[in-house]
């Protein structure tokens, strides 16, 4: 397809079990004017021949592959080289999407040329179903970001120029893991803006046993990205104070953060 109006980027690291389902929910989409961006990050597992498998089933599927393990940010970056589509979606390669999310997140846009991007609220599944809710501000402002992401990173579509005008992800170490926090806030910085639709479009696999599992570094490299919003924004004192919470999560003891969590997502 030489002009797609949607290009999905997706990179994929050791996700052979899941691929083909997360894959599946981009074909069964009920708007079919996209391609399939997949770069796989020198997976140790099989996802890599899955995924040349199913290109081979559907033309609008491309697969290209990092030389040394990179990373989300290069990775994305590497996919938004081949994208040729006027808006760049995102999707992982362990989730699943309603089919109606393409073309809802395109009628937004097409409606609202004042907005940049487009996300939802997003479900939270394990191998028992599912579990949670995480709900989004529907008109996400610079006080949205401090407390939390503003926007669901996998659920959302992107204007490409605007994508590419703003240099993409982040490779900067000191916003590793949180490439898309620092990229919501460079887009506004720069007088973008984006809208959340409030019904959850988009399932992401969490496993609850494993909410903990970030290492404190990346909440500092957080709560140092929080102090950056408030700087740029130039918001009050307090919000100084109120970038501290990924600090605070991380020393928390377990079974508290745990109870926390749950409280959190929106059942």
């Not at 104070?241 to 745990?258: D, E, F, H, M, Q």
């Amino acid at each position: 397809m030489e002009h797609p109006c949607i290009s999905v980027l997706m990179g994929i690291y050791n996700c052979s079990a899941t691929l083909e389902t997360a894959v599946d929910c981009i074909i069964n989409q009920t708007f079919e004017d996209w391609e399939l961006i997949m770069c796989d990050d020198c997976s140790t597992d099989d996802t890599y021949k899955l995924a040349c498998k199913l290109a081979q089933k559907d033309n609008r599927i491309k697969v290209i592959k990092n030389e040394v393990n990179r990373t989300l940010a290069p990775t994305l970056n590497h996919c938004l080289k081949y994208a040729k589509g006027k808006y760049c979606a995102r999707m992982d390669g362990d989730d699943v999407c309603i089919p109606e999310r393409f073309q809802k997140e395109v009628d937004f846009l097409e409606s609202n040329s004042d907005f940049a991007l487009v996300s939802a609220s997003m479900d939270h599944f394990d191998e028992n179903g599912k579990y949670g809710k995480s709900v989004f501000p529907e008109n996400p402002t610079p006080t949205d970001f401090v407390s939390h992401t503003p926007f669901c990173h996998a659920c959302c579509m992107i204007r490409t120029d605007i994508l590419k005008k703003v240099n993409g992800y982040s490779e900067n170490k000191d916003v590793e893991r949180i490439e898309d926090y620092d990229l919501w806030l460079r887009l506004y910085e720069a007088g973008y803006k984006g809208y959340n639709f409030q019904e959850s479009m988009y399932s992401m696999r969490d496993d609850r046993n494993a909410i903990k599992r970030q290492k404190f570094k990346y909440r500092l490299t957080e709560y140092k990205l929080r102090l950056r919003i408030v700087k740029v924004f130039n918001l009050s004192f307090v919000y100084n104070i109120k970038a501290l919470r990924p600090i605070i999560l991380g020393l928390i003891p377990t079974p508290i953060y745990v109870i926390l969590h749950k409280v959190r997502l929106r059942k």
